[in-house]
């Protein structure tokens, strides 16, 4: 097999460039990290997390790492080598998704599985999290690795429950923002209770910084539920309609389903039940959800969630690191990608 072309680094776009200003160092020195880490005997595990790491990433939970510990007042340097371990978690839980979902695109270019083969991708997903483990216990920071070891079995549970709901039209909002806690929005709370616990706070700041990373990680993956329904794909950076497709219930569908009449309940099921889900199929269901106003109703749960999250640190005093925690927040709502 001939070696893909790395994919250029794409340009990032965050809420404000200068809310990033006093992370921009650290940033450059988590991707530094990144790479070191993937080191490896086996060329095809650097390969692989390189082609990951060049794919225009948003660097999002290591950025609100960074962020949480300059809050706390941690002045060190464990926080990048904490950020870059994140990111690790992160990439391998892509590589692993990536090949349950059967994707091709990520982040508008081919997923590592459509190039590779499905068995390297899991491995090298493997790598990532030993060597994520591996790095923990060198820094013999336990309260960290406790916090990295309880995301990761919750991540696990969350994916496997998301599994065992596929096409269950019964799914409740309730339960489903329970998956989405375990399932997306710990790994993010993780991150933020990192930058407590490095910065040795009392116990209310780092319960604070966790519940903002875990209601800022609920509306990240609930403007996702959106953006698989109305994005481009250029935009979106993968195919969009992938939910349907896999028989992924999410909040937009399961607002219309609470909504809608019997028949177009049926319509709606028996859209689930099809494989493959056709064009004119899912543009039907997109027509339900416009009509009993989903996108709306999940936007306007996101928000609700971000402003709760900003409400949590109102344990701290207000500075620049706070109001860019904020425009991290902010950005979520606004995301095309």
């Known amino acids: 097999m001939s070696r893909p072309t790395l994919p250029i680094d794409k340009q990032q776009h965050p809420a404000s460039e200068s ?3 006093s992370i921009r160092d650290e940033l450059a020195k988590v991707d530094r990290e990144f790479q070191k880490n993937l080191g490896s005997r086996v060329p095809i595990i ?3 997390g390189e082609y990951l790491r060049r794919s225009g990433g948003k660097r999002f939970r290591a950025k ?3 962020l949480s510990a300059k809050l706390c007042g941690y002045h060190g340097e464990l926080h990048i080598s904490m950020a870059s371990l994140i990111e690790f978690i992160h990439t391998a839980t892509l590589l692993h998704d990536d090949v349950v979902d059967k994707a091709e695109v990520r982040r508008g ?18 790598f990532l999290f030993t060597k994520c483990f591996s790095l923990l216990v060198e820094s013999r920071n336990w309260g960290i690795l406790q916090t990295v070891s309880d995301a990761t079995m919750l991540m696990a549970e969350g994916e496997l429950q998301e599994l065992l709901n596929t096409g269950d039209i019964l799914l409740t909002e309730e339960n489903y923002l329970s998956i989405v806690a375990r399932k997306t929005a710990i790994l993010i709370s993780a991150a933020t209770k990192i930058g407590a ?6 116990g209310d700041r780092e319960k604070a910084l966790s519940d903002f990373g875990m209601d800022v990680g609920i509306a990240f993956q609930l403007i996702d539920d959106n953006l698989d329904y109305t994005s481009k794909q250029e935009e979106f950076g993968k195919k969009i309609g992938i939910d349907l497709q896999e028989g992924k219930i999410t909040l937009p569908l399961i607002f219309t389903l609470s909504r809608c009449t019997p028949e177009e309940r049926l319509c709606i099921q028996k859209t689930l039940e099809t494989h ?3 064009e004119k199929a899912f543009f039907d269901v997109v027509s339900l959800i416009e009509r009993y106003e989903g996108i709306q109703y999940t936007r306007k749960r996101a928000r609700e969630f971000v402003e ?13 690191d706070r109001q860019a925690l904020f425009a991290m927040a902010d950005y979520i709502l606004e995301r095309k990608l």
Not at 119 to 126: A, F, K, N, Q, T
Not at 197 to 202: E, S
């Open 197 to 202: 616990i490095l910065g040795n706070v009392p």
């Open 308 to 320: 709760r999250a900003k409400r949590h640190l109102d344990l701290f005093p207000d500075s620049k």
């Open 276 to 278: 493959p889900v056709t």
């Open 109 to 126: 270019s081919a997923s590592a599985n459509a190039i590779w083969g499905n068995e390297p991708c899991v491995l090298v997903g493997d």
């Open 19 to 21: 809310d990033f200003d």
């Open 46 to 48: 650097s390969e692989i």
């Open 64 to 66: 609100l790492l960074l």
